[in-house]
């Protein structure tokens, strides 16, 4: 199985920082990558697919690089409604299996 | 607008069964794979199970192989989740998802299920 690991944990950042959260696989994960915000007692939404392609409706400041092993989220500019739980998630391989999470707290 | 709507959880003894339903509108949900992924508040969120569109290929997470039975009913937009032989672990809450583009574009809101004497 493909271990995915997240980086922080959790963070504190103010609104209009820039915030990277970075995910590393046990294997290589080509570009199967997804990021996904959860909001509390929401479902998880799709963010980023394909590791750096935006979802339709996504703002702009939410992006995605990276390949192989190595991914990294980025949101630009941190809005109030972006204080939330992000996973990312490879779908390179049976089983899909996902990070532990990254929550983005208020400073 | 696409919309997944899951029932069917509950509250259920160690060794008891459950079968979820998955009610999916808004969309052609014969021309997309679908699954299933679970949440618990310590390991987080799992996959379960993926089933292609004509329920001809499946998949499923090692630790419910042999319990869960994953298909689908193309005529009646429906998804289904047969859990048998339920464990104290298998407690989370479910949720029905449509894949997009080798990932899960579309989540329903989840149902609970909690396993426990």
């Known amino acids: 199985d493909i271990q995915m690991t997240q980086s922080p944990s959790s963070l504190s950042a103010s609104v209009g920082d820039r915030v990277t959260i970075t995910c590393r696989a046990s294997?290589?994960?080509?570009?199967?990558l997804n990021w996904y915000q959860q909001k509390p007692g929401k479902a998880p939404k799709l963010l980023i697919f394909?590791?750096?392609s935006l979802e339709s409706g996504v703002p702009s400041r939410f992006s995605g690089s990276g390949s192989g092993t190595d991914f990294t989220l980025t949101i630009s500019s941190l809005q109030p409604e972006d204080f939330a739980t992000y996973y990312c998630q490879q779908s390179f391989s049976i089983p899909w299996t996902f990070g532990q999470g990254t929550k983005v707290e208020i400073k | 607008e696409v919309q997944l709507v899951e029932s069917g959880g509950g509250l259920v003894q160690p060794g008891g069964s459950l079968r979820l339903s998955c009610a999916a509108s808004g969309f052609t949900f014969r021309s997309y794979w679908m699954g299933w992924v679970r949440q618990t508040p310590g390991k987080g969120l799992e996959w379960v199970s993926n089933?292609?569109?004509?329920?001809?290929?499946?998949y499923y997470v090692d630790s419910v192989k042999g319990r869960f039975t994953i298909s689908r009913d193309n005529a009646k937009n429906s998804l289904f989740l047969q859990m048998n032989s339920l464990r104290v672990e298998d407690t989370a809450v479910y949720y029905c998802a449509r894949h997009g583009s080798w990932s899960f574009d579309y989540w329903g809101q989840g149902t609970p299920v909690t396993v426990s004497s």
């Open positions: 089933i292609k569109t004509d329920g001809t290929q499946i």
């Open positions: 294997q290589t994960g080509n570009t199967y």
């Open positions: 394909a590791a750096s």
